[in-house]
Every structure is written in C-alpha cells, then in structure tokens.
C-alpha cells in the first residue's frame, strides 16, 4: 500500500525554467510533509518542509505547496540550476508518529 | 551530510554472517531512524530508536534483524543469518529532542549492504 506517490518517475527542464515535482498521499492522518534531494552514493539532504496548517512554504528558490483536500503536495524549483539535477523525495509524517513515509522518487534532469 | 555518520560506508557479507552497521548521529541529537532502501524503491522505514529504548519497530522484519542505540556510542543495526534479499542502502536519519513535528530528520550517507 503505497501511502505517498509521486507518479513522475523522472522529469527533464530547461536551466532557467520553472521544475514542478508532484506527490499525492492517501492517508489523511498525515500533517507534516518534507522533501529530500538525493544525489547518487549520498544520503538525502532535506529541502524544505510544511505543515498542514499552512498551503504554502517558501525558501529561496523552493516552494512547497499543499492541498490538503486533495491530498496533493507540490516542490516549485525556480530558476533551475544544473546542480538541481538529482533524485526528489516527497515524506510525510503524522503528529505524535515520527518515522517518515516516503514516495518513490523523481530525477530531475536540467538540461544547460 | 557530514553531521550523521554512519561506517562503514559498504559491506559485503557472504550468506549466513552477521551484518553490523553504526550509526552516529548529529551532535545534539538523540532520536535515531533506520531506514532501507531497495534499488529504484522509496525508502522504507525501519526503527525508530532514543538512547537505551526503541520508540517503534513497526518497519522491522521480525527475524534476524535488531538495533540498540546504548547509553554511550552509536547505533547499531545488527542483521544475523544474512541472505541476498538483505542486500540494499541502509540510511540512518537524526533529529533533536522534542516534538516530532517540525523537526526533518537529517540522513546520513548510508550503509551499501552486498550479499554474496
């Protein structure tokens, strides 16, 4: 039962444009969600992260966005940059329960 | 990553030995995670560790595999009777104390599991 899903196994953008990474949930018990960037050989690095009281988290050139009625949960990257080229995790947690539950990821690829 | 410190970072072990992995966490920290993660997979949670105590083991198989985070040095994740299936990335993750929201965990740079 894949509680977290992130859909887009990879996704290819221009340096420069706008990278849109998705991730759907089913489990409505969740409250705090979390991305991770992940290089190969290395373990994931924390991004940014929201919690359900809030739809939107901004820091520097990440956005997280959160629709809870649709359990939906999106990372904007902008300007992308070459060095954003890595694997995206999308988490989740629920209050009071610690251990993360993660999605699949996506590899982003930004193309110079 | 450098703050969460797991050894080593690859460990080939033949079927039927003892796997052993460490895990140190960020200084400050004493809540420990165990993760795995299988080629082209999500990471799956495993344990969830504070110093002398396990908090959940929900994500452990129930054979073979333990940990311990003891009063004094790492954590330890402790596989016995390996077999090819155990062969995967294991990450350690730290977090302060406190309440769980709020706090991401902070990963290490893993464990390469190889079952010959």
């Known amino acids: 039962d894949q509680q977290v899903k992130q859909n887009s196994p990879s996704l290819s953008v221009q340096e420069g444009r706008i990278s849109i990474l998705n991730c759907d949930y089913t489990?409505?018990?969740?409250?705090?969600f979390l991305w991770y960037k992940k290089y190969p050989a290395e373990g994931p690095t924390f991004l940014i992260s929201?919690?359900?009281?809030?739809d939107k988290n901004e820091d520097g050139r990440f956005t997280v966005f959160l629709n809870k009625s649709a359990k939906h949960l999106s990372l904007h990257i902008v300007p992308s940059q070459p060095g954003d080229s890595a694997v995206y995790f999308c988490a989740a947690s629920n209050f009071g329960n610690e251990k993360l539950t993660f999605g699949t990821g996506t590899r982003l690829t930004i193309i110079p | 990553n450098a703050g969460v410190m797991q050894n080593p970072r690859h460990l080939v072990r033949r079927r039927g030995q003892e796997a052993r992995l460490r895990c140190s966490p960020m200084?400050?920290?004493?809540?420990v995670y165990w993760y795995r993660q299988l080629p082209e997979e999500g990471l799956k949670f495993m344990v969830y560790l504070q110093k002398e105590n396990i908090i959940d083991e929900s994500g452990m198989p129930k054979e073979r595999f333990s940990a311990e985070f003891p009063k004094e040095g790492p954590s330890i994740l402790r596989i016995q009777q390996v077999v090819r299936g155990d062969s995967a990335a294991y990450f350690c993750a730290s977090s302060p104390p406190g309440q769980g929201i709020g706090q991401p965990q902070h990963f290490g740079d893993g464990t390469r599991l190889s079952i010959l």
């Open positions: 929201i919690s359900s009281i809030k």
């Open positions: 489990n409505s018990m969740f409250d705090y």
């Open positions: 200084k400050g920290h004493s809540h």
